[in-house]
């Protein structure tokens, strides 16, 4: 039987690796809360990141429940499903981890919520303009939560908060300590909790294009630090 030796350089190295891909995947969960924030408060009820928030809307919406969209969560959800399918195929076949086709693919993505930000803040704001932005800013999300499958950090899907939160909760009660409450599962929650903070913040103070325009900030800056890295 043959067993590898890992140097403790390379040891150093991979826990290095696996720390800072856990802070880039906090940082793009922290993402999506800010554009969730802008979706459902600026965009007439409409999640771009979270799908689950989508599908009960759409329901009680079909319904017939008054106030409630049918169009704009229809439009993102398959928005989303469009952006996560052809960021799977761009980056099947490549192995786990951060890689060049990674951070293109997350650039491509920031640069359509951008877009949502031009849309919603040079147009009138309209029921098109905010199905428009809605539909840019849910694509890109799902590219993200691709791209995040693909780099491959546990815990780490940067738009599911459910399944995260009930694993947390089983292990927290079935093992009550610090470590079991202080994880990665707790910072994907408050990450979600603090973005979707900033996002309402920013739209009590002003318009909702500065929204996509921080989103894209976070999300292009964790990008290039994540690239930045990959390549040392």
Do not use: C
Request: hydrophobic share 55%; no cysteine.
């Amino acid at each position: 039987m043959t067993t590898t030796t890992v140097s403790p350089t390379e040891s150093v190295r991979r826990r290095d690796d696996a720390s800072l891909h856990l802070g880039l995947m906090v940082a793009l969960t922290f993402v999506t809360g800010i554009v969730d924030a802008g979706g459902y408060l600026g965009l007439d009820k409409v999640f771009v990141g979270n799908m689950t928030g989508n599908v009960v809307i759409l329901g009680m919406g079909a319904a017939g429940a008054d106030g409630l969209p049918v169009l704009g969560p229809v439009l993102a959800l398959v928005a989303f499903v469009v952006g996560a399918g052809l960021g799977g195929l761009v980056l099947r076949g490549h192995g786990s981890g951060w890689s060049t086709r990674v951070t293109v693919m997350l650039l491509a993505s920031y640069a359509m919520v951008a877009a949502s930000a031009g849309v919603v803040g040079v147009v009138t704001l309209t029921e098109t303009t905010q199905i428009t932005a809605a539909v840019l800013t849910a694509a890109a999300m799902g590219v993200q939560a691709a791209v995040a499958r693909k780099v491959g950090v546990a815990e780490m899907t940067t738009v599911v908060v459910t399944s995260t939160i009930t694993v947390w909760a089983i292990e927290f009660w079935s093992r009550p300590g610090w470590r079991t409450l202080a994880n990665r599962r707790l910072l994907a929650i408050g990450a979600i909790f603090l973005g979707a903070l900033v996002g309402a913040f920013l739209l009590t103070i002003g318009p909702l294009w500065p929204v996509f325009v921080v989103a894209a900030a976070v999300g292009v800056s964790a990008t290039v630090v994540g690239h930045v890295r990959s390549q040392h």
